[in-house]
């Protein structure tokens, strides 16, 4: 299945829907509204799924942590989303189990642990209906000391009590995962292009009609015109919406890193308290991931060396090392000020509602988890503007396709694009030269690259990986 770019189709009729932003939440719109019938077109400023969706743990989160909080709304959406892409994408998620070590007793020893998992057991009892029996998440449970230690060589004993294990899922690729959602999307008509991104909104008296888009590899720029316009564009979103919208109030922005290992550290998820929070060494194919560090947007970036040293204090088992450090992710996501304020849940805004601003839909996401959710309810609240019975959504049961992997025809425009963000070759740290030659040449043959342009482009791909390292900020 190819993934067509074509700018010009952007303008070439009325939509019923644009979407800008072409990360998770975009695509899982895309294809919902597509899916039910909406003539769709999709744009995306950079690259698909170049923003926060590529910096992240690749957990899919069934809601636990939304226990801590009293927040069981938010514990059974998590968990039902969960069970939606155990279902629809089976080869790219997969459950995967967590484990805490406990200490003590009382509030975070391991008793509280027991009915934390007891009650999200209770609480999720629909989590594996329809699911086949490998896809299947067990019930939680509560380990003995020695049963810690014997997932955990050289986990610290000294008042050890027990241990916390539940299962959660994990995603091999967020980024193929993503792309599974555009193919979708596209076999159901809709429009996509990347690095085309949206300069302003175009606006009737008080209907917001669209936008005007950039081609930024061809020149030039077209009106993208359609009915109802939902803005998923991430920290891109206060530019856009915020000159429209009186009322608008841009979301404070924090910074996040993780680290990506060269080994595996764990053949489980582990978490350990760390500093007031968690911190999670989670296994990644032959790899391992670290995370995550939060500071304010404005603060100074944050120091990998700093995080690497907290995880070494979080886990001093498992023996990390500088050199274990194959890249630094790094990304903003939407908090609430001050570095512990994580934003937890999504916000969908109907500006004719609120606002008085037709034609206008935004959404400021939380979590990769609930994104598919998070474009059920955009798609909702579009298709009633349009006033029109649109098809119900079925994304939940739908299965994504599988598509292999090919650079070129999935709308890879640059070198980076198709070593990180459609093979996977370089997702977990930089591959050796000689694996990235072959896939420079075949761009060059397919896109018509001189010597001078594939220079150019190995070159930007080396100062990607330059920019991602260990000591890149310190």
Known sequence: MRLARDVGALSARVHDLLVVGGGIHGAAAAWDAAQRGLDVALVEAADFGAGASWNSLKTVHGGLRHLQRLDLRGLRESARERRALLGIAPRLVRPLPFLVPTYGHGPKGREAFALGLRLNDLLTRDRNRGLPPEQRIPAGAVLSPAEVRE???????????????????????????????????????????????????????ARVTGARVRDAEEGGTVEARARMTLVAAGEGADALVGPVVGAWAPVPRLQAINLVLRRRAASVGVGARQGGRFLFLVPWGSRGLVGTEYAPAEAPPL??????????????????????????????????????????????????????????????????????????????????????????????????????????????????DAVLRRLDLGAGGPPPPEAVAPVAAEMAARLGWDDARRAR??????????????????
């Not at 539940?166 to 690729?173: I, K």
């Not at 930007?460 to 310190?474: C, D, K, R």
């Open 457 to 474: 482009e190995t070159a930007s791909l080396a100062a990607f990986y330059e920019g991602a390292a260990l000591e890149a900020v310190e």
């Open 151 to 205: 997932r955990l060589p050289g986990v610290a004993t000294d008042g050890l009590t027990g241990g916390a294990l539940w299962t959660d899922a994990q995603v091999a690729s967020t980024e193929r995962l993503l792309l599974a959602f555009l193919h979708a999307a596209a076999g159901a008509g809709a429009c996509l292009a990347n690095y085309a991104p949206a300069q302003e909104l175009l606006r009737e008296g």
């Open 303 to 416: 120091s990998a060396r700093r995080f690497l040293a907290e995880a070494q204090r979080a886990f001093p088992w498992a023996g990390l090392r500088a050199e274990d450090v194959a890249l630094v992710h790094r990304g903003l996501v939407p908090g609430r000020g001050g570095a512990d304020g994580l934003w937890t849940r999504h916000r969908l805004t109907d500006h004719e509602g609120a606002d008085g601003v037709a034609g206008l839909v935004s959404v400021v996401p939380a979590k990769y988890t609930t994104a598919r959710a998070v474009a059920e309810a955009a798609v909702d609240v579009v298709a009633r503007r349009l006033g029109r019975a649109a098809a119900a959504c079925r994304t939940a049961v739908t299965p994504l396709p599988e598509v292999a992997p090919e650079p070129a025809e999935e709308m890879a425009l640059h070198l980076t």
